[in-house]
């Protein structure tokens, strides 16, 4: 059931197929595409309630491994437990997955502070795992992993000039919203939950930016030391392969809802040349009402693609949750299907591959 | 000073260059190249005069991470001392750092089993270093390795229709022979000594191979059976790599001497498609009396590129020191000419270029 989104109202623009409302559509740059995904942990993922991308609290560490293992294999390998509740909404690489599948597209996953490293291989930026941000020191090394991530995105500009981001890291709307509340932007936060736990968020960035004593103007002025402060191992990881990507005639893709939302303000403050970007997620994320979507939308003047994978229609239970508003997006799983729209699947043959890949897993 | 090698009259083909000779030329794929480089360590390098690719036997570890920050930076970063003989021949980093910079070939690292990790970022095959081929099991998880190589094979291959493959791996002559006799071939090996330890190395291989049981049936019926034994973790990685670049339309470069023959030695009996294969090295490694260079063009059935990046007419004493037969040849220094030759670099172009990042480095 695709729906037509307040997107296209707000921002006049075409649409590339009847399930992605884009403001702009990069047409030119189907040629050669590229999917990237970053792999972090923070321990902010451990405060209680916090995040319900992994089975447990507990086990959330091992969420972005387990992503990975689903993206190439179709199933865990070093991790036992899904990267999901029992019986909730799968986690969003099984969208990633059947959107890389459908198109063939290249993909490579980058290690940015990993705590458990998945059987897959991965470009490793020597990062150690992100901090509890409750302390005001989160990110140890923001420089060398930002240096480490320009290097690996020069060399990839150089043979892609379509390259789609995406990210796994548990706790990852929480340290979202840490970098831009000390960049002083009130955009709201998503949520894998239904129900956003927005005072434990809002307290736990409280408690980090006091901790760390940045104020709204040290952040701009430095938003490398915003993020070893309040951020999280992902964002100086995306924030260098962008500024590697030096070539004027790429497109840029940052695959995710709220926290590519931050990296796009860090890149904004870094005067990183931002005219080659653009953002794609899913309805999910663009329908939840603890983001104020038409305020980013305004601000950020990027094109923001939303992609609707008609989970509505689906005849399993736990893609529908989606439409309940449980997860909502991930492992660059909107910006996946967007590019996987660009290049012909209908949202028909996306819901199948989805489908199809969802079983496969599940009785794995 | 080029010099009309003698594999020109051996096989009939075209010089792409005054300073490049080379049977067959993939003229047609040089639009969008890559430049990978393998970096591994065995404890095979510990073995006193076995190598001479570090500063000393026991800095012989090193000086993979102390390449690639040479590629990388013109100079070592987490290393102290260079990696190469103090008043040596320069380490063929040089070569390649320069080839690199005068094209700007995108590259990337590939850590298949370092002791030291460079800071460089690079895609981590999870592989442990290898161990001394003398006990006869010199390589775990070698399946893990060639599995994980496949995958990013796979990748990038979809990236780039020309991959180079070089490899830095101290000691690595000594395992290409350990794998060479193990699979019945007798071409003799090269070394980056003037005087080439055979005697050594034919021992450490003998003790390899009895220690392990093989036999050239078992080690041709099952190769990575027989890297696993008598090999190091580069071999898995190339052989993996060139598996899963699938598309019959590219060209792969393995750029290297004696270990690059073992590893198409090793596609062959693999059952790898090899034709799309051709393999580049330096003329000191061709004129090196210790392998038998004609066999092995008759017997390999594969283009053979060599490269005189004209040494003998530099005014770096050092550089002429590869003349006298010191070094020779790594860090795919021959492939990374060759692909700078197939795009135009002169050898005048080459030299000078060469020069320059060798007195930055012993400047730094």
Redesign the interface.
């Known amino acids: 059931m695709p729906q037509r989104n307040p997107l296209a109202v707000l921002r006049p623009g075409k649409m590339s197929s009847n399930w992605i409302t884009s403001a702009e559509t990069p047409e030119d740059c189907r040629s050669?595409p590229?999917f990237l995904c970053v792999l972090s942990n923070t321990d902010t993922c451990r405060i209680p309630n916090i995040s319900a991308a992994g089975a447990t609290t507990e086990l959330n560490d091992y969420t972005p491994a387990g992503d990975a293992e689903i993206v190439?294999y179709g199933s865990t390998r070093s991790v036992l437990e899904l990267p999901m509740k029992r019986d909730g909404a799968p986690t969003p690489a099984v969208m990633t997955r059947a959107a890389l599948q459908l198109t063939?597209?290249?993909?490579?996953f980058v290690?940015s502070g990993l705590q458990i490293?998945p059987?897959?291989?991965?470009?490793?930026?020597?990062a150690p795992p992100g901090r509890d941000i409750r302390y005001g020191d989160a990110v140890p090394y923001t420089g060398t992993i930002y240096e480490?991530?320009t290097?690996?995105g020069?060399?990839?500009g150089?043979?892609?000039d379509f390259i789609t981001i995406g990210e796994s890291i548990p706790g990852g709307t929480t340290t979202a919203l840490g970098i831009l509340t000390a960049l002083g932007y009130d955009y709201g936060v998503s949520s894998s939950y239904i129900n956003n736990p927005l005072d434990i968020k809002h307290a736990v960035v409280r408690q980090g930016i006091d901790a760390s004593g940045l104020t709204t103007g040290k952040a701009r002025a430095d938003p490398l030391h915003a993020i070893a402060a309040i951020g999280d191992p992902m964002m100086p990881a995306v924030a260098g392969l962008v500024r590697g990507m030096t070539s004027s005639d790429m497109s840029i893709v940052l695959a995710g809802g709220t926290q590519m939302i931050a990296v796009f303000t860090i890149l904004t403050h870094l005067g990183i040349d931002t005219s080659r970007i653009s953002i794609a997620t899913t309805k999910y994320v663009s329908q939840d009402s603890s983001i104020d979507f038409d305020a980013v939308i305004r601000d950020l003047g990027c094109p923001i693609h939303v992609v609707d994978p008609g989970f509505a229609g689906s005849h399993i239970a736990g893609l529908r949750k989606y439409e309940a508003g449980e997860v909502k997006e991930g492992v660059g799983a909107g910006g996946a299907m967007y590019a996987a729209g660009l290049l012909g699947v209908t949202q028909g043959e996306m819901l199948g591959a989805v489908e199809a890949v969802y079983e496969a897993l599940m009785s794995g």
Chains 1, 2 share one sequence.
């Open positions: 050669n590229l190439v063939g597209i290249p993909y490579l290690n490293v059987d897959v291989p991965a470009i490793d930026l020597g480490r991530a290097q690996i020069m060399q990839l150089k043979l892609s």
